[in-house]
């Protein structure tokens, strides 16, 4: 990042002030692409001051990233809390989600950065300490959607079904079929739970509808010898 690209602000000195200059840095250039004497520059600070606040680079990065996450993100952690139809739950979620990547095109593009991110120790550090509750929470109300399936591979699509129509925003509008509306946070939404409620073979209150094996009809009882 060239300093042609800072631009002064008046001094700030706490912590919290820092992570919320920092993250819009690396939201925009990534990791690689930010110095601490960039982030020292924009926060008003010297260096020597800012590794009062942070021992490095990689210290600064993790707790910008889990600083931006824990806010963006706190309002949907409720959903997991309270009782009431599963379905009900992620599809609040799910609609919730699209609606926060559609406004904050920041923090859509530090999670875009974060998963191109190759340095495996700093990747274990953000599922470590940033995203394991969150995913953790996501699993468990996976099991009780669809008690059939892997929990973890379910979250993994739910997540990527939300968050790839906003990756490739730029280039899908130039690919046949394109409509406006494709834009739109609440049709993704639909589109994704229509998607998870058909594909897991699900009626529309959430209900498992298996496909009978050999030898079995519709509606028979398959515990019955």
Not at 78 to 96: I, K
Not at 119 to 129: F, N
Request: charged share 25%; hydrophobic share 40%.
């Amino acid at each position: 990042m060239g300093s042609q690209m800072i631009k002064g602000i008046p001094k700030r000195k706490t912590r919290e002030e820092i992570l919320e200059l920092s993250a819009p840095l690396f939201a925009q250039y990534g990791y690689d692409g930010v110095s601490m004497r960039d982030v020292a520059a924009v926060a008003g600070l010297t260096q020597a001051a800012l590794y009062y606040y942070f021992s490095d680079k990689d210290q600064l990065y993790l707790d910008a990233v889990g600083c931006a996450f824990e806010e963006k993100m706190e309002p949907l952690k409720a959903l997991f809390d309270g009782a009431g139809n599963p379905w009900d739950r992620l599809e609040s979620f799910v609609f919730q989600f699209a609606r926060l990547l559609a406004k904050e095109e920041n923090f859509r593009r530090l999670i875009q950065w974060v998963l191109l991110d190759s340095d495996e120790r700093r990747l274990q550090s953000l599922a470590d300490q940033v995203f394991r509750d969150l995913f953790s929470a996501l699993r468990h109300l996976a099991v009780e959607v669809a008690p059939g399936h892997d929990p973890q591979s379910f979250v993994i699509s739910l997540i990527g079904l939300v968050i790839y129509p906003f990756e490739t925003r730029s280039v899908r509008r130039f690919l046949p079929g394109y409509q406006r509306q494709h834009e739109d946070p609440e049709a993704i939404a639909r589109h994704v739970v229509g998607l998870m409620r058909n594909g897991l073979g699900t009626n529309s209150e959430g209900k498992s509808q298996q496909t009978p094996g050999p030898g079995q009809t519709c509606g028979a009882d398959v515990s019955a010898p």
